[in-house]
């Protein structure tokens, strides 16, 4: 049980707190590790050549400094955060840089990323807005030549068969993430929001079978020991994603218990399987400009404004219901468009479920959160009541 | 105290803002004392001796009160209080019981602004300022001090002006160097009171109308005794305003409010519990959980070594 | 006291024809408001660098532009009542604040039944039986129209996708011919998604003399912009962001061709007889990115006081040059042309985008090139508060300049529907501060053996 202990939750504590560890001890051995921005570059393909994605986030304990002079103030802070520890040289060990086209803020600080901080290997990855099969079949051809690129970097090229079981291993990832997920279903959670967080961060910094293990680890501790967690309200995380554990943390004592999260840290990188074709580029292409359920892509218009939101966030409808949640705090990173403009619909389509939303605009830093005690604290008060 | 049954119940709703602590003491259907008085930062130390004053006036002592609630920025230092409960829900209920059909409160606070939504008497929505001077009682302060007038005459001064002048800063650094600017070009101090208050109606209407401004609108705090705040905000709103004959007090009440639900809940054994265990004593700064809480480092785990 | 009050500051240019250009602005909104009055089809827009207007006019869709419209609302201080609706729907403010604009209208044209209230500023917006959003540049020029849903329920927005290519990646082979495929399949769509909703078919020869006038226009806006090379400049930013409207949304109309012929003639007499827009010039400024539309005049004062020529600006808004003879050599199909058009606009500058390592391609490089070309002394970058697709890359763009090309730049800072945000005074002080500035670094590029 100790040992076990070792590598379920305190181990995703461990490599939470010291992000790029295992990343650097894993390069030292040889290994080739990519730094990735957001959701979207298909890090199946980094697998199949064995390289370590680490998924790159921002620091929300640090000033942001150096990036004064390359981003203006008036932006996401998550982005400028990430760019700043760039500039700190806190992801120097990276072998590539893998930008993408998600949103704009992510789109021109991948650029300018990798205009000052240079990795022996990067690549721009183009995202469509669209879904239309054109734009489908363009994503593909995207990833097609981020492809050719990883493998002019390193030498050889990548075999169908290695893609595919790069496909198995993260789609087994997504599967026990989902498990770990349905552990917040009881009342009490199994899991705090805190711990999940951890969790998937460690995973976002580790090789994909390490994740693996670590998962059915976590999974294996927290159906087995005495749930230290009590019944609180229970809130869905919707919006711009949450990195820092002193967040979850303020949320978690204010009177809730966070059980589902529909953020970038969340439920949407691992919410769907890739389908594994014949072309494995099909498969990947499809999941994700199709299942990953950013607001960033645009998805069509319906007859009327009800099938419209319908089409869009039916699977909130799913999340509340099985997760028998209470209400809905909207976190959005101050100066966050892709979520801004969603706001208002989203607060109506969760009133029309009977949930109450509560929206907060914040600074991404931990020097600002206590002032927002006060509102979870009403927020809690609300739902009992009061 | 009388017999256990049909016993008469007694609340109290204790309200720690940054610089006046409010209390109010209550049965279920009348308020029996109420009490305001300047703490200052020192509102940890003397919250118990506010509520001795709040008890002389209601004949009452310390074992009578049933059930405490604390609200204000300060609540999580009473020691003596059973539940905390946020301002933003005790102004709400506060404001409710004295108007029912209030549906939009403004708390103009010290330190803080706030808009709140009610609805069927419970919170609807909610929006708080409280980084940011602008549309609190420190910018008047601090204009008041550069004025130099006292800080209650700024109101009544400012509604004897027929031609405000034109702030644009509402940055506390800038607005005041505006209003010297204007002192210096010898525009008269009540025009730029006016224009002072105008501008902090503004920058306060600017953030309440972000959660729909409805009637009836209600103005609370220690902004709704700046007769001159009142007037701009109405103006401002183009509607009716309900100020509360005692604004500050509207948190205790509603904290007495909840405190009278919270000991509806429990049992003669609970209650009697709560009696027993309520600490008298003055919080110092090291013993007070609360404040242990608030020292506790949140950020210690986290590193990014890289 | 009404120092600090936002203030319209008219330019009265140098040019006659950017004078005359205001035409063009008139236009636009007449025939809008004319084809609201008699019930036609009436499509919102968002400016689509070409790709997608010239299709729906074809069509017959009047377009309106939003975006046009909130500046305008700001100049003549209409914005407010519109952004406090925004806000009280629970838009955050810091949402682009043409958009907020827009949506206040349209919830107070929903609630007015759908009919424009008589006092709606310059004739108001009629309700559109499409949105044209675009995905180039900016995120909000799609999320807003989304956003419109709830006000135009049913009302179709169509997304016209225009893709972003890495600076590197450019570089590819297969990318361009995947890019313009992409663009091309696109366009195909639209236009069924058109003849679906209009209930008509695309008449192709029109559609391709559209193009052709169109491309026939940007080569001569162009030219333009090929004889402003001169020193002294014939003609600065005052004049160009008047003369741009035609180019940039009515390209297609010969009308705008032949008042391009006009302007070609004026700017090449004033170059064939070294006559500057400015009598003094002493510093030659470029300018990134949208412009302080209610202060142009700010611009001819700093001409005055200072002799500062402002000699290229916006790259946005400027004609793409024109493609090489090989590109276009035998391509008739005018979606295929649009495609190339749209995308090379985009592209071109990703060679500069490498050389000086400031991808991307738009709003960043091409201001690198621009100093060179330009013999640029300055650059003035004006950060907006509500756009940030605009202003994302200027400290970059700053950094790059100082650095790779020894010119400095001033920062002026601004917002497009927040005109208070833009200090007057703060800004003839910084600018008046920052000749020295600029002296100082012609003396490092003389001392560099730089060409200017």
Known sequence: MEEQKKMGLQRAVDIYGHRGLRARQLKEEGRKVFGYFCCYPPIELLTALDIVPVRVLGNMDEPVTDADDYLPPVMCIFCRSAFDLGMKAQYNYFDGFIGAHACDGAERTAFIWQNYITSPCNFQLDVPHTTHGPALNFFKEQIALFQKTLEEFCGTQIQPDDLKQAIVLHNRQRALVRELYGMRKPDPPLISGTEMLQVLIAVMSIPVSEGNDLLQAVIDEVTTRANPHEAKRRLLVWGSLIDHTAFTDLIESSGFNIVVEDTAIGTRPFWHDIEITTDPLDGISDHYLNEVLCPRTFRETGSTYQADTDARFYYLKEFAKHWNVDGVFANIIRNCDIHGYEVPVVKDYFSEMGLPVLVIEQDYSTAALETLRTRFEAFAENLDGY | MGIRKGKTMFYAGIDIGSTITKIVIANRVEILASVIQRTGAEHRRRAHRVMDRALVQAELCVDDLDYIVATGYGRINVPFADAKVTEITCHMRGVSWLHPDVRTIIDIGGQDCKGIKVKDGRLDDFIMNDKCAAGTGRFFEIIAKVLGIDLEEIGPLSLTSTNPAEISNLCTVFAEQEALSRLSEGVPIADIAAGIHKANAGRIYSMVRKIKIEEAVAITGGGAKNSGLCRSLQQRLQLPVFIPPEPLITGALGAALIAGEKAARLDERALSALKTHRRWDAATFFSDPGTLVAMESKNSQHQHVG | ?452
């Open chain 3, 1 to 452: 006291m009404t120092e600090n009050k936002i203030k319209t500051k008219k330019s009265n240019k140098t040019l006659q024809t950017a004078r005359e250009a205001g035409h063009f602005g008139k236009k636009m909104l007449e025939s809008a408001i004319r084809a609201q009055a008699e019930g036609k089809p009436i499509g919102w827009s968002m400016a689509n660098w070409w790709e997608g207007d010239i299709i729906a006019k074809a069509m017959g869709m009047n377009l309106v532009y939003p975006e046009n419209w909130g500046a305008f609302c700001a100049s003549i201080r209409r914005a407010e009542p519109y952004l406090e609706i925004s806000d009280g729907e629970g838009f955050p403010n810091t949402l682009c604040g043409y958009a907020r604009n827009n949506i206040g209208f349209a919830k107070t044209l929903k609630e007015n039944g759908y009919i424009i209230p008589d006092d709606a500023p310059g004739g108001g917006l009629a309700k559109p039986i499409m949105l044209l959003a675009s995905g180039a540049a900016c995120d909000a020029r799609y999320k807003w129209f989304q956003s419109l849903g709830r006000y135009l329920g049913g009302v179709p927005v169509w997304m016209l996708e225009l893709p972003q290519t890495g600076a590197r990646e450019f570089f590819l082979p297969e990318n361009k011919a995947n890019n313009l495929k992409f663009i091309v399949s696109e366009l195909k769509l639209m236009i069924r998604f058109l003849e679906d909703l209009l209930q008509c078919k695309m008449d192709y020869t029109k559609l391709e003399a559209m193009v052709d006038q169109a491309f026939k226009t940007l080569r001569l806006a162009h030219e333009v912009d090929l004889l402003r090379r001169s020193v002294p400049s014939p003609m600065v930013s005052q004049d160009f962001w008047s003369i741009m409207i035609p180019h940039f949304y009515l390209p297609d109309d010969p009308e705008a061709y032949a008042f391009y012929q006009r302007v070609v003639a004026e700017v090449k007499n004033k170059v064939d007889n070294g006559i500057g827009a400015i009598p003094n010039e002493k510093y030659r400024m470029m300018f990134g990115e949208l412009p302080p539309w209610h202060s142009i005049g700010f611009f001819d004062d700093i001409a005055e006081r200072y002799g500062i020529a402002m000699v290229m600006e916006s790259w946005n808004y400027h004609a793409p040059t024109p493609m090489a003879e090989e590109e276009i050599d035998g391509v008739s199909d005018p979606l295929e042309l649009i495609a190339r058009l749209c995308y090379h606009k985009y592209t071109e500058y990703n060679q500069a985008a490498l050389d000086f390592s400031a991808a991307p391609s738009y709003f960043s490089a091409p201001f690198l090139e621009y100093a060179e070309i330009y013999r640029a002394d300055g650059f003035m970058a004006h950060p907006l508060m509500s756009c940030r697709p605009a202003t994302y890359t200027l400290m970059q763009t700053i950094q790059r300049l100082e650095e790779k090309r020894l010119v400095p730049g001033v920062v002026v800072n601004g917002d497009i529907i927040d005109l208070r945000v833009f200090n007057l005074e703060e800004a003839y002080s910084k600018v008046e501060a920052f000749t020295e500035t600029m002296d100082h670094y012609r003396e490092l590029r003389r001392k560099a053996g730089m060409a200017w």
